[in-house]
């Protein structure tokens, strides 16, 4: 059979680029297509423009505790304006350079939508059919609304980086990332927020001493976090809108940001001209290689809704080149995978949380919260948070948990080791650096005791 090309990659996100590229650059035939903006999810609205939020929302703080240290600080205000033009300016070089690694490595770019006509074809809008060897599908998730009256009135979190002014005041909606880490973003921005989650306490599935502490600092910086309350109905008066809440209370808002989730975007692939089987969410249901039901097709990152992080995307695509291209069968590792809450404080994460660990074996947990010595210079609440979860048969550290700024920066760090099987004796072999907040990692001596 005579193929156009070795491989094409439909999607040009973290995993498609990175899968495409490294592939060409080995001498095969890539073609990729990709009809929105180069880059996908993370760089243009994702990751990227929300930890550049991040930064811009943190400044407020600095400049308050700066006056405390003894900083002459007169602010006038943050110009939305002037942060968004540079912003796009940004996302623009970001994406001209994912441009350049794909034409640099020699891959064949279609600026089209594509779906799959059958194993081995491409069908693009533009009508042209592409027969390629194998096919990676890589084309990422998208944010989904509840359905409810009125839905259509609020933003998603793609929406957030193309607001002409900042709202007044903000209602958001979902107690996941993308929910905690906006409302901290637009609180710092000087938005007045609430946040709603239906459940009982915000960021589930994170270890809980550690979310209940992010809640609890996100109260005491002025955020209004709301559990056990979702929306009924929206719908808009004057130049608001009026929120009906499940417990009976109507209030108006400025905005409202739904980050109630993200669904994988499968529905005009052409998934049904090759039979290949989707989940309950519609993900790609894939084997330990990323490889489909249909041999010569694969799919990588959040279309597959796996473990959803841009870095986890991008080892996806490595294991497949490994397997597909470099004669290296590769299974995925999805085993102790890292990851970061941009809330402030940060939450720093990898493997399994107390209440986790204890239904699997006899643990023992290693705790230190403590004020740093930043906050208590100036008299400030504010707690961070060193956790440690280990076996006690094994004396292997399962667990990490950081609450803290730069707990991202850390624990990135403290994984390294974790991923290695460090025991807590190693751990506590390490010389502390002192004097920091991570130097509790290394100095926790006794178990707690929770009896
Ligand atoms: P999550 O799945 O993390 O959170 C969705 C939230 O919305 C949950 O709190 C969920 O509640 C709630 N929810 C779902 N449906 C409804 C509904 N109908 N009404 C009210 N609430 C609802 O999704 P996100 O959108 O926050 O993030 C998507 C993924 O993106 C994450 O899983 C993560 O992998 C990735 N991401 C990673 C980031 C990082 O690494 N820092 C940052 C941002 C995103 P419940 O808990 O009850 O289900």
Sequence with gaps: MKFDCDLFVIGGGSGGVRAARVVAAQGYKVSLAEGDRMGGTCVIRGCVPKKLMVYASKYQESFDEGREYGWDVNV??????????????????????????LETSGVSVFNDWAQIKDPHTVLLGSGEEI????????????????????????????????????????????GGYIASEFSCIFNGLGVDVTQIYRGQNILR???????????ETMVAKGIKVRCNENILKLSRETDQLKIDFQLGSTELFDDVLFATGRKPNTQSLGLHNVGIKTGTSGEI????????????????????????????????????????????????????????????????????????????????VYESKFRSMQKSFISKSEEVLMKLIVSKETNVVIGCHIVAPDAAEMIQLASIAIKMGATKD????????????????VTMRNPINRG
């Excluded at 002192?434 to 130097?439: D, L, Q, R, S």
Aim: proline fraction near 6%.
């Design 76 to 101: 006038t205000g943050f110009s939305w304006e002037h942060f968004r033009k540079k912003l796009d300016a940004e996302l623009a070089r970001l994406e001209k350079v994912y441009r350049k690694l």
């Design 131 to 174: 027969r390629a060897k194998t096919i990676l599908i890589a084309v990422g998730g998208q944010a989904v609304k509840p359905d409810i009256t009125g839905s259509n009135f609020g933003m998603i979190s793609d929406d957030v980086f193309g607001l002409n002014e900042l709202p007044k005041s903000l209602l958001i909606v979902g």
């Design 205 to 215: 599935g994170f270890d809980d001493e550690a979310s209940q502490l992010i809640s």
């Design 285 to 364: 249901l894939v084997d330990k290689y990323s490889q489909t039901d249909q041999p010569s097709i694969f799919a990588i990152g959040d279309v597959t809704n796996r473990i959803n992080l841009t870095p986890v995307a991008i080892n996806e695509a490595m294991a497949f080149a490994q397997t597909m291209f470099f004669g290296n069968p590769t299974p995925v590792d999805h085993h102790l995978v890292p990851s970061a809450v941009f809330t402030q404080p940060e939450l720093g994460s990898i493997g399994l949380s107390e209440k986790d660990a204890e239904k699997i074996e006899p643990i023992l």
């Design 426 to 441: 190693q751990f506590d072999q390490v010389c502390a650096v002192h004097p920091t907040m991570a130097e509790e990692l």
